[in-house]
């Protein structure tokens, strides 16, 4: 058993250096998962010769979305930026990341409505890799919004 704890302590999740490398594997999944989420829908569009401009709006919103929801810094959230410009401050920058959250989860339920009434007539795949390109595309936004942590929260720990 002892020898279990001593092989623990050197495990390789348990290490300060991987802990202290998180931003850097946070931005590598969530690079990931947008990549894939385009990926899926060329591949779709490739293959597919239903699809108009209306089906790609859904991506092209949640893209928009990734980039509203991860302009505002975490630091303006917390309250400990020392944001005070723009016209509204830092309630603009709430008010600006509530606008892109409902962009985000507005183009999953668009995708959604998109694969249940456009794409009933037709192969089932287009609409499902809609949807998943959504999907994946909410999920690298939160996960690059609220996985990474700030420099200062490192320095206070190391």
């Known amino acids: 058993m002892s020898a279990f704890m001593e092989r623990l302590s050197t495990c390789f999740y348990l290490d300060e250096n991987v802990i202290s490398r998180r931003n850097a594997v ?3 999944i969530s690079s990931f998962l947008f990549t894939v989420a385009w990926w899926l829908v060329i591949d779709s569009s490739s293959t597919d010769n239903v699809l ?7 991506g092209i919103m949640g893209t928009v ?10 630091d303006v959230l917390n309250g ?6 723009g016209c509204l401050g830092e309630n603009g920058a709430k008010i600006w990341l509530f606008v892109g959250f409902v962009f985000g989860f507005s183009a999953v339920i668009a995708s959604v409505w998109v694969m249940i009434v456009d794409l009933k007539d037709h192969v089932v795949t287009g609409g499902i890799q809609f949807l998943l390109q959504n999907i994946f595309i909410l999920a ?5 919004k609220f996985g990474r942590r700030d420099n200062s929260a490192f320095n206070e720990r190391i």
């Open 65 to 74: 979305s990734f980039i509203m929801v991860n302009a505002v810094s975490n």
């Open 140 to 144: 690298a936004s939160l996960l690059y």
């Open 26 to 28: 946070v931005t590598v």
């Open 80 to 85: 400990g930026g020392a944001y005070d410009g």
């Open 52 to 58: 108009t401009f209306s089906h790609y709006l859904c």
